[in-house]
């Protein structure tokens, strides 16, 4: 059911095509922030509104969609953002990682590899890598045109120094194509292996003013030290749910006396494993049956 | 047993329902209609429709309405309805020397051409509530006098014949449109002046304060301010003239700066400038004077560090719908970025513990 007083998938058809060229551009030009004329969305800043429009910019009516915020579908912002495409675009929603064509994602990359045709969209809250390191953007700018990225060289050491680690556990800046340094947004480092994917990948950052992306098959290298390789850590356990010993995992309290359990953050990828029949240490009695 | 959340579709729309019954408040007290908003609450419509960048005062009312009175929030409604919102045109600029003026004062001289005209000002009111309010009354009536039938030339022009003030060069560029295009830094005075005015008051007062309390000292005295009604005339291209298309109210307020001179320029007074929808005079102000201290360079003067000589700082945190926005969304899930920081730091506690301790 299409909301008939707005344009299909809500933004006006020039509008889209700026996003097209900001896209276009980005893609040309992989890890680079192509500034783009960011609209005032009926959503908050810092809320997708940059991932909202690279979608409107990318939907077709025959496009299936999915959207996920943490891994999970049904998550609020997630279901919002589906809501309104649904109402703006009237498209074809799912929540199966294989059956999407554009995937929305705030936060985590899905658990099942994406394939040739594939869209994702991220939602980026600050796009510039370098922004913790040097706040004004003429600089951080100039920084990347310059591929000045000692900074943040002398950043990663300099946790090493202190903690004997780097203290970067989500939004782990990558290298792309060896040119620039890019914030794959608040994905945890566990995500970063793969970011090297057969898929489009898509960044939109509304507040920012910014789109970025990585074409099929870019290399995508997280920063590290010879000694101190780059490693993409999770909790170490298995889902209670489906037993995957892969996945990411969300931690959930269950009682006020430190009980706990651990289940895949990708709500579909471990809804798809129970329904082959796959368990966890946890699963119910009901899920066994 | 846990249980994947779920439902978070029907925990969405049962917080819509309770929001739209709160708004309502108590049934048994009539309801708010626009037209009360708009003429007894007229200046958050202003405020609405200033920080909002859309002259509308009924769906200002309507945005202030829906927004229970959040004012952020009803200029929020008011920005995504604009952007759906073709632009047609621009106006030529409109000519505030012809404003028919409500209100009209200088500081700066004791009486001027045009006269000092108070118009509708909380100023010299003694802020005692005013408990009559309180009570239904008859509607008061105001005295009514002549209008003044002389024009009511600019101050600063007096100032300008001498020299004694920096002039403005005109020029026939057609500004840049910041809801159009991505800021870029240095943005260029066009583009200070186009964010200041939509920014937000708070900020733009807290600037303007800064630079007064010696944080970047600027020495400003308002040289004029007025508000009033003026024309917008648009070229219509069918008719290849300009014919007027309705009337806005405006705030507009030019500052008289002190200016010792600097290698670039001979001493002489400076001009910091702000113009606003509606009467917005504390925004209006607060815009002139921040306005003058990014201006800085312009004129050769030192750069003392302060925030409001800070064009990229100013202007990237000027929006409060920006601003609102990125704050509140902390409070969206962040599980799964809180997990491995939650990993992280077990992991390099436990370090830290067995190095402290090498013995276990």
Known sequence: MTDAAYNFAYLDEQTKRMIRRAILKGLAVPGYQVPFASREMPMPYGWGTGGVQVTAACLTPDDVLKVIDQGADDTTNAVSIRRFFERTGGVAVTTRTEEASVIQTRHRIPETPLTEGQILVYQVPIPEPLRFLEPRETETRKMHALEEYGLMHVKLYEDIAHNGAISTAYAYPVKVEGRYVMDPSPIPKFDNPRLESAAIQLFGAGREQRIYALPPHTKVVSLDFEDHPFDPSKADHDCDLCGSGSSYLDEVIMDDEGGRMFVCSDTDYCATRRARGFRGALSSEEDAA | ?360
């Open chain 2, 1 to 360: 047993m846990y249980v994947a959340v779920k439902g978070g579709e029907r925990a969405i729309e049962a917080a819509h329902d309770w929001l739209a019954e709160e708004r309502r408040g108590d049934p048994a007290v009539p309801e708010l209609t626009l037209e009360q908003i708009r003429e007894q609450m007229t200046l958050a419509v202003n405020r609405v429709m200033a920080e909002g960048s859309l002259y509308d005062p009924d769906l200002a009312a309507l945005a202030i309405k829906q927004a229970r009175g959040d004012l952020i929030e009803a200029i929020f409604l008011l920005r995504a309805y604009r952007t759906t919102l073709p632009r047609l045109g621009v106006s030529i600029p409109v000519d505030t020397g012809a404003m028919r003026c409500d209100r009209r004062v200088s500081a700066t001289f004791k009486d001027v051409p045009g006269g000092q005209v108070l118009g509708p000002t909380f100023d010299y009111t003694h802020r005692l509530l005013d408990f009559a309010l309180a009570a239904e009354g008859e509607a008061p009536r105001a005295r009514q006098a002549e209008p003044r039938q002389e024009p009511t030339p600019r101050v600063t022009e007096f100032l300008n014949k001498d020299g004694l003030i920096q002039d403005e060069v005109r020029t026939e560029d057609t500004p840049p449109d910041m809801t159009r295009q991505p800021m870029e830094y240095p943005a260029g005075r066009a583009l200070r002046l186009q964010a200041l005015t939509r920014g937000d008051e708070g900020f733009v007062l807290g600037m303007a304060y800064s630079t007064q309390r010696g944080y970047g000292r600027t020495h400003p005295f308002v040289g004029e301010l007025r508000i009033g009604a003026v024309e917008v005339e648009m070229e219509i291209p069918e008719l290849g003239f300009a014919i007027c298309i309705g009337e806005v109210t405006l705030t507009e307020c030019e500052t008289v700066n002190q200016f010792s001179g600097s290698r670039t320029e001979p001493p002489q007074f400076t001009r910091g400038y702000g113009l606003v929808f509606g009467q917005t005079e504390r925004k209006a102000i607060s815009m002139a004077l921040v306005d003058r201290s990014l201006r800085w360079q312009e004129l050769g003067e030192e750069n003392t560090g302060a925030p409001a000589q800070d064009e990229e700082f100013v202007l990237a945190h000027a929006d409060n719908i920006q601003g609102t926005g990125f704050l509140e969304h902390i409070k969206l899930p962040h599980y799964v970025d809180f997990q491995s920081e939650l990993e992280l730091v077990r992991r390099m506690r436990a370090d830290a513990m067995t190095a402290k301790d090498p013995a276990t």
